[in-house]
């Protein structure tokens, strides 16, 4: 082999591994976290999905690094900032707490989020123009949380001591609150409100099975959707009728829920993740809201408790469980 040939093959392979750290330097890498335990929300499913969709396989042409505080809100940060130490080149967080801390901790990674209520809890400027580094998708929830009541009475109409478990550090849930607290005297309901924040769930739950209520809902705080299961196996030993502000519990044994689907909103939520990874800044993606609320009843539940479901909320509801 000539001298030249043999210096330009040395060169040549000194090239090719620095293009291949280069190519897999540029492969796109996604932070999400979560404040419950790994398996235990349907939000990662659907972004999953929703990231398969437009194209992305992770492992392959996209990192996905998933972060789960195992119900301990106070590790979000640490966590967050575990996830920026990355250079994540996009952070995905769920629900209006771990918002919050990511904004706090970055002006300059982009956030795609979810929230009941992004623009009362100060996450956004307003849902057309969200400003900054944060964009993502808006539930409704402190819209819809107004009929939560009325329709746990139409489908149990005895109650009459009705407990809401909710986190008093989630704004989003306090305004969930105070929806439904005007409804509750025309319906011939006292409503008390227990703490669900990781600190006092306990005795919160041990209060719900101890004390006479007739009912109970579940807001749709993120650290609540890990203690479901807990919840829906209380709500079978205490008998008694209680709705949930996520759409799965019905399929896990709770009577009803009334709230967006989360799965189809992450789902979308993808795309905004794959516009930024594109290019796309935050502040040009306008915050998009859920475009439905359904019903879905647990029949099998219903009969379980004793209640005759009334035809006329059957027929309104999106899904019935046999």
């Given at each position: ?57 992770i492992g392959r042409n996209l990192i996905l690094e998933e ?256």
């Amino acid at each position: 082999m000539r001298r030249r040939e043999f210096i330009t093959l040395l060169g040549g392979a000194a090239v090719w591994p620095l293009a291949a750290r280069a190519q897999q330097a540029a492969i796109p890498r996604v932070g999400y976290v979560f404040v419950g335990a790994h398996g235990t929300d349907v939000s990662s499913a659907g972004l999953r999905q929703g990231l398969t969709d437009r194209g992305y396989e992770i492992g392959r042409n996209l990192i996905l690094e998933e972060r789960y505080a195992d119900g301990k809100s106070d590790r979000i940060p640490a966590l967050i900032s575990e996830l920026l130490a990355l250079n994540v080149d996009v952070l995905i967080t769920v629900g209006t707490v771990a918002s919050r801390a990511a904004q706090r901790a970055t002006t300059t990674v982009p956030i795609v989020f979810m929230s009941g209520d992004p623009v009362g809890s100060k996450l956004v400027a307003s849902l057309s123009h969200p400003g900054g580094n944060i964009t993502g998708m808006s539930l409704m929830s402190g819209d819809y949380s107004a009929k939560w009541l009325p329709l746990l009475k139409e489908a149990a109409p005895k109650v009459r001591r009705v407990a809401v478990l909710s986190n008093p550090e989630n704004p989003t849930m306090v305004s969930e609150v105070e929806r439904m607290q005007p409804t509750a005297p025309a319906l011939g309901i006292e409503l008390t409100t227990l703490s669900g924040r990781q600190e006092e769930i306990e005795d919160s739950l041990a209060t719900l099975g101890s004390t006479s209520f007739d009912g109970f809902v579940v807001t749709d705080d993120p650290f609540l959707e890990t203690s479901m299961e807990r919840l829906i196996a209380l709500a079978s030993q205490t008998r008694l009728p209680a709705l949930y502000g996520f759409s799965t519990a019905p399929k896990l044994g709770g009577l009803m829920s009334y709230s967006a689907d989360f799965f189809t909103m992450w789902r979308r939520a993808a795309g905004h993740v794959d516009r930024i990874l594109k290019g796309a800044r935050p502040t040009d993606l306008p915050v998009e809201q859920a475009t439905e609320v359904v019903l879905n009843i647990n029949l099998k539940t219903a009969k379980t408790l004793g209640l005759n479901i009334p035809q006329t909320l059957l027929a309104t509801a999106d899904e019935v469980i046999e």
